[in-house]
């Protein structure tokens, strides 16, 4: 079945410090694994992607770290702002389909 | 550059009741999606349309129906309301299926 499982359901960090969401995926046919952010009442925006034949890809304070082993990918925000709260999303495309995790709203502290 | 467009922002339903969701993107894109958010349930798939005249049900198509009325508009019609499907609803839009969503602001949907 194709799942992506994303972790942690909320996250709280401290304004300057490290934000990290984590998502695994099953399928190893999906080739494609976008980042959506959405602010509270507006629909989801593309943030940054990921091809697997990339370990890593920043834009600025953000980045995806990506273990195609391992089956797992990673967004990390660095420097976080009060700014970045949102609810984030990780998504893995493959057979023309899209799946979505379920979210992480982070909350960042001033 | 409006992009994808959804109307109406809240809509207040009894059971019931019948209402269509309209949706419009102005990039030209093939592939248009309906989705609905609840919360801890993320974002899931109701119907899309990989190109025009074609629709096809997602994960959870049960009480909806569509129709890509052309390139440009894709509507969501619920025949009979029913409290279950109070969400936030979502259209998007890519170049092809499955990458480079783009989503209007969405539509705020409570049946009572």
């Known amino acids: 079945q194709q799942q992506v499982k994303q972790s942690p359901q909320s996250l709280i960090v401290q304004k300057g410090g490290i934000s990290i969401i984590n998502c695994a995926y099953e399928n190893t046919a999906f080739d494609y694994f976008p980042w959506y952010q959405q602010f509270p009442g507006k629909g989801p925006a593309l943030l940054i992607a990921i091809r697997p034949d990339v370990s890593e890809k920043k834009e600025g304070r953000f980045t995806i770290s990506f273990n195609k082993s391992a089956k797992q990918f990673s967004l990390h925000i660095m420097d976080s702002q009060p700014g970045d709260s949102a609810t984030y999303f990780c998504?893995?495309?493959?057979?023309?389909?899209?799946?979505f995790g379920t979210g992480t709203r982070l909350l960042v502290s001033p | 550059n409006a992009g994808v467009t959804q109307t109406p922002k809240f809509q207040v339903l009894k059971t019931g009741q019948s209402m269509t969701l309209q949706c419009a993107q102005d990039?030209?894109?093939?592939?248009m999606y309906w989705y609905r958010q609840d919360p801890g349930m993320g974002l899931r798939l109701i119907y899309y349309?990989?190109?025009?005249?074609?629709?096809d049900k997602g994960e959870v198509p049960n009480g909806y129906n569509v129709s890509r009325l052309n390139k440009r508009e894709f509507s969501l019609r619920l025949e009979s309301a029913a409290p279950s499907q109070t969400s936030v609803y979502f259209c998007a839009s890519s170049p092809t299926r499955g990458y480079g969503l783009f989503f209007g602001s969405g539509t705020q949907l409570s049946v009572l």
């Open positions: 990039m030209n894109h093939n592939s």
């Open positions: 998504a893995a495309s493959g057979f023309q389909k899209l799946v």
């Open positions: 349309s990989a190109s025009e005249g074609t629709t």
